[in-house]
Structures are given as structure tokens and as C-alpha cells.
């Protein structure tokens, strides 16, 4: 009996001697020194959520250090790579901003060098946040200090909520005083110099904007070089080296690597070297066609040598940030060569126009002359005599007007001698 005990025993040592060396043989993952945590998540803050955990005391070893593997993403980000920390506390706060939830896990682990060389099975969790009606967020910064955003509502949004717009800048929340409204509802915010009172010595890095209601309140935050439009570069100038035709100019202020203070002034800064982009735009002064327009210029010079010098052309430049979509505003048109023309174009504008109000004069002054000094014909005998005999009496009473008006005519030796014989007849 006392042998049979004995082998009991050994069989046993030999089986956990077995289990030791399956342990340390497997891929990392070991399930009987570490447990699963308790995951707990809360919601605190506006639209943030605490991962906290419960894990059983372990004890560190001479060669390992206990950490713990946090995973997760966000509900609405399912085909992007989970986000992974190896944290050292048993809690971790993650902001939701706009997303509507998030999953992950949490694992006990032991680290060396800050690398995870044991961990337990994960323990998940889920997390869904209250409802965001808001959608389509979409933010410009422009003229270095002014940010334009717009939003849309979902369709299924309650017909009482609306929500208020503001701008976290110093630790401070400036809220919009310029709305847009669509259906009596806030659909988009103006804010006009708003970081003209930044103060901080280091240049921006991010811009925060928050939507809040009576129910709840979500946060955005994004980077200023993926939203700014460039005002155009400055300091252009034009180089003419033999047959070439040599570009130079300064990159545009901007919000990210000047201090506002000196943002608006022309200085130059050789830190915003490789920061931004080119588009260069030439076009044929007379045909008014692009003659050429490269648009990935990475340096503050371009060279071009095949530019007619009989010709004259009209150059423009404009610049975005590396990582960003909006281009910026075109600069003032700078010419290169002058036109060889015989007739120049001034003179056709300023001959022409007075070549025709000479014309014009000349006319005038002809036939207002002619129309002034001719006399106009007095009406015949013949007519005057038709007017009396067959007129209305009011002609008639015209035409006898105009005969006492007329000059008595003396009478004729003859008329005399002819009304004297027939007055005599009649004695």
C-alpha cells in the first residue's frame, strides 16, 4: 500500500512538471498564473468613458514586471486596426468624441523592457454611447484666424433638439455668435478672429470644437494643416538668367508654424521649408491659354526654359499643406516678358473711343447748323385761297386774320380807271 502511495505521488510530480514546461513551451499565453481582469466602463466627462479593471495581485518576479494590455476601436472605425497601449495603472480614459461606441479587451500581462513576454486570456467589453444626431461635421480655417464649420442633422433627429456650437481655444470654450439655421435648426457657425487671442508661445496643434445640448454634449478634434486654406505665398519674384526664367518666392503665413504675432507679417521663416506644396499657373498673356501648370512643387523655386521671350505671360502660385486637400487662395498675377506688338493694345482703347466722339461732334454740329439757319417757306396763294374759300370757318377766320396782318398793296393806275367806268355805267 505504502508503494502504491508512493507511486501516486510521483505520478503527480510528474504531471506538474509535465504542466510547467507546457507553460513555458506555448506561445506566450499563460492561463493559470494570470486570470482574466473585471472590466468596468463608465461614462464621465462630456462624451468620455473610463476603462477601469479589477485584477488579482501578483507578484512581481526578479526577471518580469506586471503591466496590462489594453485594446480597443471604435464601433464606426470596425475596418481600421484596434488601438493598443501597455499600461502600467488599472484604469484608462478614452474620449468618444463623435463615435457612437467603442469595443475592446483588457489582459493581465508581465513585461520585460517594455515588451509583454506573458498574458491572460483578454476580457472584453462594449461600449454604446448615447445617440449623436449630428453628421457630416466640416470645418475651414482661413485667413489665419477665422474658422467656418458646418454639420448636418440625421433624419430620424427629434424635431425639439438643436444643438450650440463653441470653440475651445486657452482652456476656454468661445461660443459661436454667427449661426447658420436650416429648418430652425443650427447648421453651421462663422467665427472671425477668434485666434488672434491665442496666447500660447508654441504654435497650434489642434483645434477642439464642441456640440451641446440639453441631453448631452460631443467633442471634435482635428488638425489645423488638414482643414487650413493658405492665404497666397508671398515675395514673388521674377529672375531672368540667359535663356532661363527663374521663380522664387516665400511660403504663405499660417497657423501651424508661425507664431500668430508675426503670422500676418512677410518675414520668413526656413522652418516651413517641405511643409507645403505648389501649384504654379502660367498662362499666355494674348491667347489667355495655360501654358503650363505643374502642381507638386515641394521647393520655393522653379526653373522654367522654354518661355518665349517675344511673349508675354501672366503667373500665379498658390500652396496647401503636405496632408491636405484644400488648396489656397491664388496670388496676384506677376508678368514675365512684355508683348512685341506694333499696334499696342492701348492704343486701340484710347484712339478708338476718341476717334468716334469726334465723328460724332462733327455730325452734330453739321446738321444742327443746317436745321437752325434754313427758312422756313411761306405757304402759296393758292392755298391761302383754298383755305378761305373751302376751310371751316375757324380757317377761315385764320386766313382773314393773317390778311390784316398782311401790308396793304396799292392799287394799279389800271384797277382805278376800271372801277371809275363802271361806276359810271351805273349813273
Known amino acids: 500500500m505504502d508503494f502504491q502511495g508512493n507511486e501516486y505521488v510521483w505520478i503527480l510530480l510528474l504531471d506538474f512538471i509535465l504542466v510547467c514546461n507546457q507553460m513555458y513551451l506555448t506561445d506566450g499565453s499563460i492561463h493559470f498564473f494570470l486570470k482574466q481582469p473585471n472590466v468596468t466602463v463608465s461614462h464621465v466627462g462630456r462624451n468620455s468613458v473610463l476603462i ?6 501578483i507578484a512581481e518576479t526578479e526577471n518580469f514586471s506586471v503591466c496590462y494590455l489594453l485594446s480597443y476601436q471604435f464601433s464606426d472605425k470596425a475596418k481600421e486596426p484596434p488601438r493598443k497601449f501597455l499600461l502600467e495603472t488599472t484604469n484608462h480614459k478614452i474620449r468618444l468624441h463623435m463615435h457612437p461606441g467603442l469595443v475592446g479587451s483588457v489582459s493581465n500581462a508581465f513585461c520585460e523592457s517594455q515588451k509583454i513576454q506573458f498574458h491572460s486570456i483578454p476580457a472584453e467589453f462594449t461600449y454604446n454611447a ?34 450650440s456650437f463653441a470653440l475651445r481655444l486657452n482652456s476656454k470654450w468661445l461660443s459661436c455668435r454667427h449661426y447658420f439655421k436650416r429648418h430652425k435648426k443650427n447648421t453651421g457657425c462663422y467665427m472671425q478672429d477668434v485666434f488672434s487671442d491665442y496666447n500660447d508661445d508654441t504654435p497650434l496643434k489642434r483645434i477642439k470644437i464642441g456640440f451641446f445640448s ?8 482635428f488638425s489645423p494643416e488638414a482643414v487650413e486654406i493658405l492665404t497666397p505665398p508671398r515675395n514673388i519674384q521674377v529672375l531672368l538668367e540667359d535663356r532661363n526664367v527663374i521663380i522664387k518666392w ?46 507638386y512643387i515641394e521647393k520655393e523655386e522653379q526653373i522654367f526654359t522654354d518661355l518665349a521671350k517675344d511673349k508675354k505671360y501672366c503667373l500665379q502660385i498658390r500652396a496647401r499643406h503636405n496632408h491636405s486637400k484644400f488648396w489656397g487662395e491664388w496670388s496676384e498675377p506677376v508678368f514675365i516678358n512684355k508683348d512685341k506688338n506694333v ?9 478708338g473711343p476718341a476717334l468716334f466722339a469726334a465723328l460724332v461732334f462733327y455730325l452734330c454740329k453739321r446738321y444742327m447748323k443746317i436745321m437752325l439757319l434754313t427758312p422756313i417757306p411761306h405757304p402759296s396763294q393758292n392755298i391761302k385761297n383754298w383755305l378761305y374759300t373751302n ?22 393806275e389800271l384797277e382805278i380807271v376800271t372801277t371809275t367806268r363802271h361806276c359810271d355805267k351805273k349813273l
Not at 52 to 57: G, K, L, P, Y
Not at 147 to 162: G, I, M, V
Not at 214 to 221: C, R
Not at 274 to 287: A, C, H, L, M, P
Request: hydrophobic share 35%; charged share 20%; net charge negative.
Open 130 to 163: 448615447p445617440p449623436v444626431y449630428i453628421n457630416n461635421v466640416s470645418c475651414v480655417l482661413f485667413n489665419i484666424t477665422n474658422l467656418n464649420c458646418s454639420w448636418n442633422f440625421a433624419t430620424d433627429t427629434p424635431e425639439d433638439l438643436d444643438y
Open 250 to 295: 516665400f511660403p504663405p503665413p499660417s497657423i501651424v508654424f508661425d507664431v500668430l504675432q508675426d503670422g500676418m507679417t512677410s518675414t520668413y521663416d526656413p522652418e516651413e521649408e517641405g511643409n507645403f506644396v505648389y501649384e504654379i499657373r502660367v498662362i499666355e498673356n494674348k491667347s489667355k491659354k495655360i501654358f503650363r501648370q505643374p502642381n
Open 214 to 221: 440639453d441631453f448631452h454634449s460631443v467633442t471634435k478634434i
Open 343 to 351: 499696334f499696342p493694345e492701348w492704343i486701340l482703347i484710347v484712339i
Open 52 to 57: 477601469s479593471w479589477e485584477a488579482e495581485e
Open 391 to 412: 376751310g371751316s370757318n375757324d380757317l377761315r377766320m385764320q386766313a382773314n386774320i393773317a390778311g390784316q396782318n398782311e401790308q396793304s398793296v396799292p392799287l394799279t
